[in-house]
C-alpha cells in the first residue's frame, strides 16, 4: 500500500511559478513510475509528468514540455513538479500518482493504483 500526499498547489499570475511536492509512504518498487495528472473543471483527467523510482527516465505531455519539470529524492520519498511560465490554462486540480505504469500507460491513468487528494493550482491571467 502507497499513501500519496501534494502540496504546494496555490494562485498565481500568468508567467509564475509553483513548485508541487509528492510525499509518498509505504513501500515504494524501484520499477514503480510516479506520475502527476491534473484535471480541470468538467474535464477529464490528463496527464502532466512522470519520472520512474529507479533510473532516469522522465515523461512529459507535450503542453509542458521545456516549462515543467519532475525530479524526485529517493531518501525523502518525495516527487517534485516544478511548473515556470505558468498559463491560465494549467488551472487544475493537480494529482500525483504512483504504480507499476509499464511504458504504454506510464501517460494514461490506468498505469497508477495509488492516487493523492490533489492540489489546487490557480493561474490568473
Known amino acids: 500500500q502507497v499513501q500519496l500526499v501534494e502540496s504546494g498547489g496555490g494562485l498565481v499570475q500568468a508567467g509564475g511559478s509553483l513548485s508541487l511536492s509528492c510525499a509518498a509512504s509505504?513501500?515504494?518498487?524501484?520499477?514503480?513510475?510516479v506520475g502527476w495528472f491534473r484535471q480541470a473543471p468538467g474535464k477529464g483527467r490528463d496527464f502532466v509528468a512522470a519520472?520512474?523510482?529507479?533510473?532516469?527516465?522522465?515523461y512529459y505531455a507535450d503542453s509542458v514540455k521545456g516549462r515543467f519539470t519532475i525530479s524526485r529524492d529517493n531518501a525523502k520519498k518525495t516527487v517534485y513538479l516544478q511548473m515556470n511560465s505558468l498559463k491560465p490554462e494549467d488551472t487544475a486540480v493537480y494529482y500525483c500518482?504512483?504504480?507499476?505504469?509499464?511504458?504504454?500507460?506510464?501517460?494514461?491513468?490506468?498505469?497508477?493504483?495509488?492516487w493523492g487528494q490533489g492540489t489546487q493550482v490557480t493561474v490568473s491571467s
Open positions: 500518482a504512483a504504480g507499476s505504469a509499464l511504458r504504454l500507460l506510464v501517460t494514461t491513468p490506468r498505469g497508477y493504483a495509488y
Open positions: 509505504g513501500r515504494i518498487f524501484s520499477f514503480y513510475a
Open positions: 519520472i520512474r523510482w529507479s533510473g532516469n527516465s522522465t
